[in-house]
């Protein structure tokens, strides 16, 4: 008996998770969220798309009659396109129509899957992380899976740990720093399918080592503080010649 009122207790939640759409990019996508209740004759100017980051904020309006966020526009179809995903579009969205049903579609969540990494014990750290303030189930480390690009063999041990909070999950993976090897980041589900993976390649030898890494090295640092100065010198050598310039003149009126 207690195992099917705990069953009917839960089915509420496990029916509004079974009515959302899930979709996982990595940063820099495009990402495009359906929009599931417009039809061949609607107009796009009757679209409202909404999205809240955590489930306990107010929604906020992203594209409406009155335009879009930045990085954000409709397609033909009325769905949402993100042209460059970052780790802060993670969250719920939804789209109305503004109709005399003032219709609502099913609700997209859309989930960020990263990987960046950081020198640590002599070695390097890479991190694989799932922005998810919408993920329905907590996530268990058993989901993450890092692979020796290489060889294939699927990593283990205690060079992967796991960390999880309120709405982000890592996995993370020691490894010497002196390895060039290639790794491999999966997240699966409970059928232990694919959803979506990222790979890390060791940097380059001579270039420079960081998480995120922009491609900026030490010299280039140099060439813009050179450049910096060169400008401040610039507009110090103006201003001085304006001024004496300046200062000139009234003496030219006395004369005359």
């Known amino acids: 008996?207690?195992?099917?009122?705990?069953?009917?207790?839960?089915?509420p939640t496990i029916e509004a998770y079974l009515e959302r759409i899930h979709l996982f990019h990595t940063r820099g996508d495009e990402a495009v969220l359906p929009c599931n209740i417009v039809s061949s004759s609607t107009r796009c100017s009757m679209v409202t798309w909404m999205f809240n980051r955590a489930q306990k904020e107010s929604p906020v309006i992203v594209h409406s009659v009155l335009g879009s966020i930045p990085g954000v526009s409709l397609d033909t179809n009325c769905s949402l396109l993100i042209t460059n995903v970052s780790d802060e579009d993670a969250g719920r969205y939804f789209c109305e129509l503004k109709n005399s049903h003032h219709q609502k579609a099913l609700p997209v969540i859309l989930t960020v899957f990263t990987v960046s990494w950081f020198p640590a014990d002599g070695g390097v750290v890479i991190e694989c992380a799932l922005e998810r303030p919408f993920l329905f189930s907590s996530c268990v480390d058993r989901r993450?899976?890092?692979?020796?690009?290489?060889?294939g063999a699927v990593?283990?041990?205690e060079d992967v740990s796991f960390n999880n909070t309120v709405d982000r999950c890592v996995s993370s993976l020691h490894v010497d720093r002196h390895h060039n090897?290639?790794?491999?980041?999966?997240?699966?589900?409970?059928?232990?399918?694919?959803q979506?993976?990222?790979?890390?390649?060791?940097?380059?030898k001579g270039s420079s080592e960081s998480s995120g890494?922009?491609?900026?090295?030490?010299l280039s640092y140099v060439m813009l503080t050179l450049r910096v100065a060169g400008l401040i010198l610039l507009i110090t050598i103006t201003a001085v010649i304006i001024r004496d310039r300046g200062n000139?003149?009234?003496l030219e009126d006395d004369k005359s």
């Open 144 to 151: 993450f899976r890092w692979l020796d690009k290489g060889t």
């Open 155 to 157: 990593l283990s041990g």
């Open 248 to 250: 000139k003149k009234p």
């Open 196 to 204: 979506i993976q990222a790979d890390y390649t060791p940097a380059a």
């Open 181 to 194: 090897t290639s790794y491999t980041c999966q997240y699966v589900d409970g059928y232990m399918q694919v």
């Open 1 to 11: 008996m207690a195992p099917l009122l705990f069953l009917l207790i839960l089915l």
């Open 213 to 218: 890494s922009s491609g900026w090295t030490p």
